[in-house]
């Protein structure tokens, strides 16, 4: 009788001490699996999509979304174009309107259109395809006006494609390549198709509108001045911009071609850097306006 019940007891030891390992591997395991869905790779950085026509200059729609990443949570601001820069969906200044949480490797959460109210929020969701390209879909649109697109692939930015004349014009420290007129200069120069990125966002933040195009002309007094080229439809706008570091110190409209109408405005620079503006009209020009450059700004005559 007393070895049955020695038996007895050290079976029932046993399964105790069992059942206390098992539920210890459950909790291990439970433990390792939140730990794999909560570590990711790093989000943060700046992402970007086009879609362009064919060879087309100007993209018909630009997507740029720029991630900081905290822990298991992250902020980002997206700025979006459409129209061929029609529609701007974008702010100046720093707004994160895109927040979201880290979930399953993916990230999940909320956004606000630029053009509506920040109260007014749609859902995303963010999946990673590789190392350098993520997905955006837009799972719940907010009401109202958005131009952010549905769905899109989105490479980061330091692995998007430059052209070489972009590569040419952000790798010159000085430049100069007066004397230059309107009237031949697609003929003579060509423009990045894609600016440096600080100058698209002080071009955008100065006049807000879209640096669809960049060329460098000429340096003096250690500022850079460049020609910037807008483009919407049949109209294109051309501004004359001067440049210290990674800021526009002063800027002017200087040609202004339209569709619809046979005037257009001009210009020309001289070698000693003087800038005459033209009302054209076929084959004939109308000196409207001269102006002088120095220490970065452009003087009227």
């Known amino acids: 009788m007393r070895f049955l019940i020695l038996s007895f007891l050290l079976i029932l030891s046993c399964?105790?001490?069992?059942?206390?390992?098992?539920?210890?591997?459950?909790?291990?395991?439970?433990?390792?699996?939140?730990?794999?869905?909560?570590?990711?790779?790093n989000w943060s950085g700046e992402w970007i999509f086009e879609k362009k026509a064919g060879n087309a200059d100007v993209p018909e729609e630009q997507f740029t979304l720029t991630i900081v990443q905290e822990g298991n949570h992250i902020k980002a601001q997206y700025c979006a174009i459409a129209n061929n820069g029609g529609k701007i969906d974008c702010e100046?200044?720093?707004?994160?309107?895109?927040?979201?949480?880290?979930?399953?490797?993916?990230?999940?959460?909320?956004?606000?259109?630029?053009f509506g109210s920040a109260s007014n929020k749609g859902k995303f969701e963010i999946s990673s395809i590789d190392d350098n390209k993520i997905q955006w879909k837009v799972t719940g649109a907010p009401k109202g006006t958005f131009y952010a697109?549905?769905?899109?692939?989105?490479?980061?930015?330091?692995?998007?494609?430059?052209?070489?004349?972009?590569v040419a014009v952000s790798s010159n420290k000085s430049a100069n390549l007066l004397p230059i007129d309107?009237?031949?200069?697609?003929?003579?120069?060509?423009?990045?198709?894609?600016?440096?990125?600080?100058?698209?966002?002080?071009?955008?933040?100065?006049?807000?509108?879209?640096?669809?195009?960049?060329?460098?002309?000429?340096?003096?007094?250690?500022?850079?001045?460049?020609l910037i080229k807008n483009v919407g439809g049949d109209s294109e706008l051309v501004y004359l911009v001067s440049?210290?570091?990674n800021n526009i110190v002063n800027g002017m409209n200087i040609a202004d071609s339209n569709g619809d109408s046979e005037?257009?405005?001009t210009f020309s620079i001289d070698e000693k850097t003087n800038i005459s503006i033209f009302d054209d009209t076929g084959s004939k020009r109308k000196l409207i306006a001269r102006y002088s450059f120095s220490q970065g700004q452009f003087n009227k005559k």
């Open 15 to 41: 399964k105790e001490n069992n059942a206390k390992a098992t539920d210890k591997e459950v909790a291990l395991t439970a433990h390792v699996e939140n730990k794999n869905e909560t570590v990711k790779d």
């Open 92 to 114: 100046n200044g720093e707004n994160y309107n895109v927040t979201g949480n880290i979930q399953n490797g993916k990230v999940v959460g909320e956004f606000f259109s630029f």
């Open 149 to 166: 697109p549905d769905d899109c692939v989105l490479v980061k930015k330091d692995n998007s494609p430059v052209s070489q004349s972009s």
């Open 182 to 226: 309107y009237k031949n200069l697609e003929s003579r120069q060509k423009f990045a198709d894609q600016p440096e990125e600080w100058l698209q966002k002080a071009f955008l933040q100065k006049f807000d509108l879209t640096a669809d195009g960049s060329l460098k002309i000429f340096s003096k007094d250690n500022f850079d001045v460049y």
């Open 243 to 245: 440049t210290k570091g």
């Open 263 to 265: 005037t257009t405005k």
